[in-house]
């Protein structure tokens, strides 16, 4: 075969490249806070086997490029977001602005305990505000300020990491297993995370978005010194199982596999 000219090879070239971009721009994506490890790395690995372009968020971008390394793929980019700062979310948002046009999936799963000993008579009132900025308001601002790529979405999906110790039912039971684990910081900023969750679904309710409050389960992690007896990945499924629910799929809800492992709804 005659080999092609210098015109005919850029012209290829080209066309690679145009379909190439289109290909991508034709994925769903996703963005996941938090994301440079423990559950939210292991989301984001899951989301991109399940054939998702991921913006893998990180408060620390060499921590974030370091996450992708490991990832070895090419359907994943760091962005960094420290949800407690509201200039880094703006920032991230017109970052992607040049990249992508909507978005398809949000987790909002950055979040901090705020240390062991969570008292509500002596804690000081500092620390309540530094858990409340980053596992409340953080995943508020998140919301309000990517909703415009979500909504041009065929399918948005929030969701919301929550945790089992949110819900303010089972802490007024007695025979609840956690009963005694009254966190005062810690489950509260989740509880006010799941109600932040209701409005917004409540907002949301005649579009196509579905937004769910989704607890991992207790996981071994850096977050609890590695105790959890739950795993990275079941945790990281949790979350994806509602990231990617189709048009029949629940909204406004919250789920625990830990407080409900029959059908995972959960009481309030
Ligand atoms: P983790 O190991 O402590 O990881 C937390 C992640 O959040 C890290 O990537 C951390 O970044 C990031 N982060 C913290 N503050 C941030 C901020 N201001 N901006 C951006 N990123 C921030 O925790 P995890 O166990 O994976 O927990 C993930 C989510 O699940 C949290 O919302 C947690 O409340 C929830 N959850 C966990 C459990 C559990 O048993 N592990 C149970 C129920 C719910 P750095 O690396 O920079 O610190």
Not at 17 to 46: D, H, P, R
Not at 47 to 53: D, F, R, S, V
Not at 99 to 118: C, E, P, R, W, Y
Request: glycine share 8%; hydrophobic share 35%; aromatic share 10%.
């Amino acid at each position: 075969m005659k080999p092609l000219n210098v015109q005919h090879q850029l012209l290829l070239l080209g066309y690679f490249c145009v379909v190439s971009k289109n290909y991508k721009y034709k994925m769903k994506t996703a963005l996941v806070t938090g994301a440079n490890k423990s559950i939210g790395f292991e989301v984001v690995k899951q989301l991109i086997n399940k054939g998702y372009y991921v913006y893998l968020g990180s408060r620390d971008l060499k921590n974030g490029r370091e996450a992708v390394k490991q990832l070895q793929s090419d359907n994943v980019e760091v962005i960094q977001i420290d949800v407690s700062d509201k200039g880094s979310i703006e920032a991230a948002h017109e970052q992607l602005s040049h990249k992508t046009t909507s978005l398809d999936v949000l987790i909002n799963n950055a979040g901090i305990l705020g240390g062991m000993q969570q008292s509500a008579t002596t804690t000081d009132i500092k620390i309540f505000r530094e858990v409340f900025e980053t596992n409340l308001f953080g995943a508020v601002l998140m919301t309000q300020t990517f909703l415009d790529f979500l909504k041009k979405s065929d399918s948005p999906r929030i969701v919301n990491v929550t945790s089992g110790l949110a819900s303010l039912t089972l802490h007024n039971d007695p025979n609840w297993k956690y009963y005694k684990v009254k966190s005062a910081i810690y489950g509260p900023s989740k509880s006010a995370l799941n109600g932040y969750t209701i409005a917004l679904a409540y907002e949301l309710r005649d579009t196509n978005f579905k937004v769910n409050a989704v607890d991992p389960g207790y996981t071994a992690t850096d977050f609890n010194h590695r105790s959890g007896p739950g795993t990275i990945e079941d945790a990281a499924a949790r979350i994806v199982k509602y990231a990617i629910v189709d048009e029949n799929g629940p909204t406004g809800g919250f789920f625990s596999d830990d407080n409900n492992p029959e059908t995972g709804v959960s009481p309030w």
